[in-house]
């Protein structure tokens, strides 16, 4: 079956789609109109009125898809980004404008810069696009942080190709079906009435049907988007952009973990506009395959049994099977391959106008830190978090072992869960006197916090389970003390993780020295050597 006939069928399905509202309806009025009429004798009335209660719910049910499917093209309320007028960007205007003539369209009407990996075209349409009306272009900052502006071209041409590509028309149209179609679905899950339920099981099986019968129309149509994209925008730039995009979309999500939101735990934020901006750095310090590493291993979504996007790798090969047309693949740092935030006027304006957007209310209340600021607080404050545990079962353990009055030596179990204040807690070398004393094993172990199955282990087995977390509170100890005599330097590491260098002797023997003092039979001695030598670089 040829693909425009394939079309004419989803086509057809999709009047049907329409249609069943009405059929649904009709049927509703004719069942009452023969049980009020025909079925029924005189003082069923109580029946009668059951019977027309029920068809009525079933009916509202049933109108309420049908206003659905209808309004399933609105553009929607205003989306969390930044408008951009054409006299405010003229640059990238002029790009959008060039991509949708190549796809015989005209250009949007509104431009919203947004805090996604993303680029979409959505069109306030009437009778599923049959008749046209305002349309809005959505494209994700960071996007452009990863692209190239010949990159860039692709992904527009893609966009644009959805709704021209003038010998698939009846694929776009099947395209806006299948979004009105799932749109009415939704709905129906939604709600809340049995009848809500069982009329939405009939449209959701004719909605399956409809789906699988227009899955291979909707691929064709973004195969055709691609070929679009590729005569414009070039072979070789087309599949660089396809590539991009998985790269990009995870090294944002590295990014939003790890730097935007690391001052999360200690209530900051990075300086203003750099919450979204601050990604260019980390993709000019990762280039190549070291940007790329992000995304391996990373599982891919589950694909939805329905999406009408073919497996990437099948799209990318489809264009490659294309003509070369001597145009290069758009990289970064190709010769006269400018970054897609090239043609923003005021990046850092942009930047901070769309974190404005973004960002909850309450995080206006935040203060704002310098990157290096920022990781020396975040690692001040999770060395805390390292060290408290130790601290408190060391404070524990101590108040237990104290003589008394008389003497004699405290061993109540009710001691050990004393109340233990901020002033209570011991020093640096107060921990290591207490592990020189042979504690660490018979009185801090038990009393540092473990899951109930933990607490069944004995000998070996319990020492083994302890022992990182003891190392980790000793490293928040040291690293704490590092920080005070201002021995440890913040380093924001765009090209690995943030966090603190220390000086070459801790970086160098650190991890042994700890290692020694939590062993089976401490030995806090190399942590101490470390310790005096740190003293004794500190300038008084």
């Not at 009668?48 to 009916?59: C, N, P």
């Not at 130790?390 to 109540?412: F, H, I, K, N, W």
Request: aromatic share 6%; no cysteine; net charge negative.
């Amino acid at each position: 079956m040829t693909f425009r006939l394939r079309a004419v069928r989803a086509l057809v399905l999709l009047v049907g789609f329409v249609l069943l509202g009405f059929v649904l309806l009709a049927a509703m009025a004719a069942l009452d109109w023969l049980l009020v009429t025909r079925w029924f004798a005189a003082g069923a009335a109580w029946f009668e009125g059951t019977i027309l209660m029920v068809t009525a719910l079933v009916a509202v049910a049933i109108v309420r898809g049908m206003l659905a499917f209808l309004r399933a093209g609105r553009l929607g309320s205003v989306p969390d980004g930044v408008a951009v007028a054409a006299q405010e960007q003229p640059e990238l205007w002029e790009q959008v404008r060039a991509a949708a003539e190549v796809a015989g369209e005209r250009a949007p009407d509104e431009l919203y810069l947004v805090s996604e990996v993303n680029a979409g075209v959505a069109e306030q349409s009437r009778l599923l696009g049959l008749l046209p009306g305002r349309r809005r272009l959505l494209l994700g900052l960071p996007l452009l942080a990863g692209l190239t502006v010949p990159r860039l071209r692709a992904v527009l041409a893609h966009e644009f190709g959805h709704y021209g590509n003038r010998d698939t028309r009846l694929g776009g149209l099947t395209l806006r079906g299948r979004a009105a179609v799932l749109h009415t679905v939704e709905v129906f899950s939604e709600g809340t009435t049995r009848m809500h339920y069982v009329v939405g099981a009939v449209y959701v099986g004719y909605a399956r049907m409809f789906l699988r019968t227009s899955q291979s129309v909707a691929r064709q149509q973004e195969f055709a988007a691609d070929e679009s994209a590729a005569r414009y925008a070039g072979r070789d730039a087309t599949v660089g952009a396809l590539r991009a995009m998985p790269v990009i979309d995870a090294a944002y999500d590295h990014y939003v973990d790890t730097y935007a939101g690391m001052g999360g735990p200690v209530g900051a934020l990075p300086p203003v506009g750099e919450v979204l901006g601050g990604f260019s750095r980390l993709l000019a310090a990762r280039p190549g395959e070291r940007l790329a590493a992000l995304a391996d291993g990373r599982r891919p979504p589950k694909p939805h049994p329905y999406d009408s996007h073919p497996p990437l790798q099948d799209r990318i090969a489809r264009i490659e099977r294309l003509p070369a047309d001597g145009r290069t693949d758009g990289a970064e740092g190709a010769e006269g391959e400018a970054n897609a935030l090239s043609l923003l006027r005021d990046q850092s304006q942009v930047f901070a106008a769309l974190e404005a957007r973004t960002l909850p209310p309450e995080a206006a209340e935040r203060p704002r830190l310098a990157w290096d600021d920022l990781v020396m607080a975040r690692a001040s404050a999770d060395a805390e978090g390292w060290s408290r545990p130790l601290l408190l079962a060391v404070a524990r353990a101590l108040r237990a072992e104290s003589p008394d009055q008389d003497g004699a030596a405290r061993t109540s179990r009710r001691a050990s869960s004393e109340t233990v204040t901020d002033t209570d807690l011991p020093t640096l070398e107060d921990v290591l006197d207490a592990f020189d004393h042979g504690l660490l094993w018979m009185a801090v172990a038990d009393r540092i916090p473990k899951p109930p199955q933990a607490g069944r282990l004995t000998g070996a087995s319990a020492r083994n389970f302890i022992r990182p977390v003891v190392f980790d509170g000793l490293a928040g100890l040291i690293q704490l003390r590092l920080i005070e005599s201002g021995l440890a330097a913040p380093d924001i590491a765009w090209t690995g993780r943030p966090g603190l260098v220390l000086p070459p002797a801790w970086e160098n023997g650190m991890d042994d020295a700890i290692d020694a003092a939590i062993a089976d039979t401490p030995d806090t001695a190399p942590l101490r050597t470390l310790l005096a030598a740190a003293d004794r670089e500190v300038v008084p």
